[in-house]
């Protein structure tokens, strides 16, 4: 076991760490206040040949491996959740997806351009009333001649109005229950399709989160995704993969509240000496370094199975759930570190504590994380 970054991950982390402080940093708030997504960073994200770390060079990626995704994940999340969250959406859950079930044509078409970042891919999987629960969603796919007729909606999804392409979740046979759902490569352009994107959110607000809806969109049979059938099975892969840069996000979320926190202790003073010499105070710091530190751990060995091409479900969730809960405590703590000014947007810590909400929800909540757990310890899960 080797816990130290290669000479490319250190490369790969000083340029993402450099590109959020010029590029995010400065303008993160304003865009968090008006609740605006700038799409052109994904754009400069493409310049820097991080819209497909993981994706091979033949297929338009950088070829790198599944930790440096991790480093770019957290890098990216200690700016801010939005834009971790895009990759997240675009590499893990769609372009890795069609790497792993898209046949060559499909690569060629789709995942080419979504990594070389020329065009954007999403998820189209949670329904109005299919979150937790996969199998319950309504949307369908009719097969017609040499097309399949798409019906339904979806919610929650991230780059709804910005994203090219879409891995669309739908059942082409309702009987067969999760073996009957399908996966489908959506466009934009196809006629039917629609977006809606929703304001109001408490946290991510510099994303673009929303609806999409598909009014008898015809989709032609070649974009079926694996073979009929085998949808369910491939987003719970597609899902071992966005978990992970989720888990890893939400170490570079712990980072951002360490930052913003130890400058702050040694900024205010109360009863004569800097807070950070008062031990209560000190306590709330180091449960965020221990969180940093055993959520990395927990996504590197996740990382390093994937690396490995093993199975990884099991350690995926657990790095996501711990993550994600470690990064929420944190983010706590470090709005209370901060006191009153913790509460307002003077200081980015109220953003953090925002932010750091929806990971514990999306991509499997952490109810479902911890059932998943005690299901693999009781043996109901293998
Ligand atoms: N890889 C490959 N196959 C898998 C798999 C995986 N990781 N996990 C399960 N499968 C297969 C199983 O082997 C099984 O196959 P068979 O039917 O052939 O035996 C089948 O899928 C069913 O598996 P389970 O029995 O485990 O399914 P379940 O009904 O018990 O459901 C669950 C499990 C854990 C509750 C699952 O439904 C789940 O993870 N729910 C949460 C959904 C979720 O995370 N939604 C997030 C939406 S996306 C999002 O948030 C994106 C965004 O934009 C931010």
Redesign the pocket.
């Known amino acids: 076991m080797d816990f130290e970054l290669t000479e490319e991950q250190e490369m790969v982390r000083k340029m993402v760490r450099q590109f959020v402080d010029k590029e995010i940093n400065p303008y993160i708030q304003e865009w968090d206040d008006q609740g605006h997504f700038e799409s052109s960073i994904m754009k400069r994200l493409a310049d820097l040949d991080l819209m497909g770390v993981c994706i091979p060079e033949e297929y338009g990626g950088s070829g790198m491996d599944y930790n440096t995704l991790a480093i770019v994940c957290e890098e990216l999340e200690r700016g801010d959740t939005a834009f971790r ?1 895009a990759v ?2 675009h590499t893990g ?1 769609n372009s890795m997806t069609l790497l792993q079930w898209g046949n060559e044509a499909q690569k060629k078409k789709y995942l080419t351009a979504q990594a070389k970042g020329d065009k954007v891919g ?2 189209g ?2 329904e109005p009333n299919a ?5 319950s969603l309504k949307t369908t796919a009719v097969k017609e001649g040499d097309h399949y007729i798409l019906n339904g909606q979806k919610t ?3 780059l709804c109005d910005h994203a090219d392409h879409f891995l669309v979740f739908a059942y082409t046979d309702k009987s067969k229950k ?2 009957g759902i399908s996966a489908f490569i959506v466009e934009r352009t196809m006629p039917g399709f629609a977006s809606r994107g929703f304001k109001g959110k408490l946290g991510i607000r510099a994303g673009n ?1 929303g609806e999409i809806f598909f009014d008898n969109v015809k989709v032609p049979k070649e974009n079926l995704v694996g073979g009929e059938g085998e949808g ?2 491939i987003a ?2 597609a ?2 993969n ?2 992970f840069t989720v888990a890893a996000g939400a170490c570079g979320q712990i980072l951002a509240c360490i930052e913003e926190s130890v400058k702050y202790c040694h900024e205010r003073k109360t009863f004569g000496k800097e807070i950070g010499k008062h031990q209560l105070v000190q306590q709330m710091l180091a449960k965020m370094e221990a969180g940093y530190q055993m959520s990395r751990l927990l996504v590197f060995r996740a990382g390093s199975l994937k690396n490995q091409g093993k ?1 990884n ?1 099991r350690e995926t969730s657990l790095a996501k759930w711990q993550a994600c809960d470690f990064a929420n405590e944190a983010a706590n703590d470090a709005v209370q570190i901060h006191g009153a000014y913790g509460y307002s947007n003077e200081y980015p810590v109220e953003r953090f504590l925002r932010n750091s909400k ?1 990971p514990v929800i ?4 952490r109810e ?1 994380h911890t ?2 757990q005690a299901e693999y310890m009781l043996g109901y ?1 293998s």
């Open positions: 969250t997240s959406v859950l999403a998820f999987l949670t979150g937790s629960d996969v199998a929650w999804i991230s999760h073996k989160t369910f099975k719970m892969a899902l071992d966005g978990r199975r479900t929806a999306y991509e499997g909540t479902i059932i998943v899960r």
